[in-house]
């Protein structure tokens, strides 16, 4: 496996908040109210939300990586059999936290039917250290409740893609684009977000996949009928790649 970096990153992140937890305690030991509710607020930020975050945004490497491990599968040694092993408890995780985010979805969607702000409150407050996971979207539809999960399929799809269909580029980048085209429709007119300003900020950034995507799919369908990759097309198309990087 190779995504040894992100689990790094996601035990620097657990050991801060341990950090922040013990001076938090601490403060509440020395009744010194201001310094705790500042630790309160950095263990609550840290303890879940920005490993929740680091734990998206590494979804995609742990998919491709741990599909490696699986079509490469080879139980001849120790290191291997480590490597499988590390590999199925992050798809567990992986399960899990889809899990846990349409558990919280569900809640949320109880209490705004039953009309309960008191409820609304208490949820918000058990559940703030996750708040990552629900807040910022639109609850009009079950996907907009859920966007969070249904961004994360988006960022592994490729990643699945890549691993197993590598065998067939004209496939593999055509999916690519369709990926890219479904995921602007969606947010365009589903509108998930609730910020106009992070409702911009993705279209831009799925727009710039797509036109790198396409181009992508553009260079693979133009070495398939012999166009020369010195050719000034393929050069162009190549540019259009490297700029959008």
């Not at 399929?153 to 990926?179: D, E, G, H, N």
Request: proline share 2%; net charge positive; aromatic share 12%.
């Amino acid at each position: 496996v190779n995504f040894w970096g992100k689990l790094a990153s996601w035990i620097i992140v657990i050991l801060v908040a341990v950090l922040f937890t013990a001076v938090e305690n601490i403060c509440k030991t020395k009744n010194w109210v201001k310094a705790r509710d500042t630790f309160e607020r950095l263990k609550i930020i840290t303890k879940w939300n920005l490993l929740l975050v680091l734990i998206g945004a590494s979804l995609d490497d742990i998919v491709f990586f741990s599909s490696l491990e699986f079509r490469s599968l080879h139980l001849n040694s120790s290191i291997a059999g480590l490597s499988l092993e590390v590999c199925l408890v992050m798809i567990t995780l992986l399960l899990v936290f889809a899990m846990g985010i349409v558990h919280l979805a569900r809640q949320l969607k109880s209490l705004k039917s039953l009309n309960s702000s008191r409820g609304y409150e208490e949820f918000l407050l058990r559940w703030q250290g996750y708040q990552v996971l629900y807040r910022g979207f639109n609850h009009n539809v079950i996907t907009n409740r859920l966007f969070y999960l249904v961004y994360i399929i988006r960022l592994i799809l490729p990643s699945l893609v890549a691993a197993w269909l590598f065998v067939s580029p004209v496939l593999q980048t055509a999916l690519y684009v369709f990926i890219n085209l479904v995921i602007i429709l969606y947010i365009g007119i589903l509108k998930p977000l609730q910020s106009k300003i992070n409702h911009i900020q993705i279209l831009l950034l799925e727009a710039t996949a797509f036109v790198i995507n396409t181009s992508m799919f553009v260079l693979v369908i133009s070495d398939r009928s012999e166009v020369s990759p010195n050719s000034n097309f393929s050069i162009m198309v190549g540019d259009i790649i490297v700029f959008g990087n």
